[in-house]
């Protein structure tokens, strides 16, 4: 299936007002009969949906100034041919993070035992779509192997373990090209939500064998692994002001201070429906300051369900609104989307009862968040 919006609009329009007028024949033949045999459509089918007609969401963010505007993928959606057929698109995704596939336990899962197997098959279709990759992530407390967390290691083995890790993974990935903008642009999310909401530093096997030194123990074994990625620190609660950016802006004044690598910090951007912060653009501002570039890492909106018009059109304008924050920074270098499709949003098993947090429907249909990420990238009002 092709990924033209304008044709598949017109072709959609055509064929509900079609089915219309044949219901209006047959309710008018057949009133009694045909009134009572009309099924009660689905609450689905009368929700608003985006109408948008584009050639694509990273030909605008391009236009605008941003180096794309990409998604999350993983690999069992892979093999969802109508799935893929959007992905594909580098019209609309001119960058993708593997959602999974790069993680510790996908990629080490004994000691000194790498399998790139799932990295592989999203990094091959990142090249052969000339799209860019943000890889992600090389230490993280999550989705560790127990090996990592129940061997009792020294400090100076942990900081032999990570540098291996390191090595291996990002070594393997080293400057995966990609058409457009050469290796530069590819990123690693090198250690991934270091901090605790209050700003302090979180408490895991890194933090309590380390301390804080296990993040540039990090940054300059991925520095040394792929010299040309540009290197991050991802973590969610500090796209707004607040003890956890302040604790952010902190650690980057730091690891500059030390003269560790540090190029930029992931704005992961997991929101919530009618409570998007209002201090987006103040708290990237303070970020830029620092001369570090910064990036939306996986946005979603999500929302508690069923889906209302009234929450779809909150959604547009959050999306409106965390879209148009990027771009009035220029330090901001892309907007990644945590998932495209709710189809296979990670919302609803995590977050029980919460979903529909992306702009693309179960369907792949566009939602009214798709037009407000729209006129944000073209600069209009809503
Ligand atoms: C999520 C994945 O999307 C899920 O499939 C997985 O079960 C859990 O992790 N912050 C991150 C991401 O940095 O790696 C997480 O991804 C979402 C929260």
Redesign the pocket.
Known sequence: MGFKLGESKKKKKKKKSSQAVTLAVLVGAFPAIQAAAIPTPAASSTLPTGTSVVSGLNVLAKAAGKLYFGS?T?NPELNDTTYTSYLDNSNHFGQITP??AL?WDATEPEPNTFTFTEGDQVTDLVKSNGQILRA??LV?H??LPSWVTSNNYSASQLTEVIQNHISNLAGHYKGQPNTDFGFRQDAW?VV??PFNDDGSFRSDVFYDTLGSSYISIALDAAREADPNAKLYI?D?NIEYTGAKATAMQNLVKTLQSDSVPIDGIGM?S?FIVGEVPTTLVENFQAFADLGVEFAI??LDIRMTLPETADLLEQQKQDYYTVVSACLQVSACKGITV??WTDKYS?IP??FPGQGAATPFDDNYEEKPAFDGIVAALQGQSL
């Open positions: 999350a993983d959602g999974n993680k992600h992530n993280w999550e989705q999310d991934n939500e991802n969610y992961e997991h890492t996986e945590w998932d990670w098993s995590t």
